[in-house]
């Protein structure tokens, strides 16, 4: 079975700082991840994804993600956080039999 | 152009009644899906559909029956509507099973 932990249901975060958005996975076969943002009363975009290759991906926004296939992680960062990015974000993993988990979501607030 | 449209956006409707949520992908894509997404934003996978063919089916009730008649197109149709159905339901398309998704804007179900 596969699963997705994001720690942290609520982030506040001051504009201007780092963005730290955390995703834990586990999965029995070599995982896809993907991290997604939803704008309210809006469906899911795809701010990036790991297949395989480079551990470190960017992504639209000036997100970007690090696979750590030892600590089972793929955590979401942004230098500098902007109004902007107030949002949900959702962390996704496609394991075995091609299925697809997300994470509980965790909700971006960004403090002027 | 739109990729993923849902209709209708919103839709409010007594119990007991039956009602459909159509869903079209202009992505040329083989796969689609049906989420559920409730009050909290927990996202739930309810159904696949690849080339048609029903590939994930998770532990929804029989009142919700999924309907694709042909690779473009996935709609929804909710039997016997109850109060939990209410919910915001999402369609998504990928090129396959596995691949990233794209989401549409989701359909916001009231039951009453």
């Known amino acids: 079975a596969q699963s997705v932990t994001q720690l942290g249901s609520h982030v506040s975060v001051s504009e201007g700082a780092l963005v730290l958005l955390r995703c834990n996975y586990s999965?029995?076969?070599?995982?896809?991840l993907f991290w997604y943002v939803q704008y309210p009363n809006q469906g899911l975009q795809l701010l990036l994804k790991?297949?395989?290759?480079?551990?470190l991906v960017k992504g639209i926004n000036g997100f970007e993600a690090e696979f750590k296939k030892s600590e089972t992680s793929f955590h979401l960062t942004k230098p500098s956080a902007h109004m902007s990015d107030a949002a949900e974000y959702f962390c996704a993993v496609i394991g075995g039999y091609q299925k697809v988990t997300f994470g509980t979501g965790t909700k971006l607030q960004v403090i002027p | 152009d739109t990729a993923v449209s849902q209709t209708p956006k919103y839709l409010v409707t007594q119990m007991g009644n039956d009602k459909s949520i159509k869903c079209e992908q202009n992505?040329?894509?083989?796969?689609m899906y049906w989420y559920k997404q409730d009050s909290k934003k927990f996202l739930k996978i309810m159904f696949s559909y690849n080339n048609k063919e029903l590939i994930i089916n998770e532990t929804v009730p029989n009142r919700f029956s999924p309907k694709s008649p042909d690779k473009a197109h996935l709609n929804l149709h909710i039997n016997s509507l109850e109060l939990g159905d209410s919910a915001v339901y999402f369609c998504?398309?990928?090129?396959?099973?596995?691949?990233?998704?794209?989401f549409g804007p989701g359909t916001r179900l009231t039951v009453l």
């Open positions: 790991y297949t395989t290759g480079a551990t």
């Open positions: 998504a398309s990928s090129q396959a099973p596995g691949n990233e998704q794209f």
């Open positions: 992505l040329g894509h083989d796969t």
């Open positions: 999965s029995s076969v070599p995982p896809y």
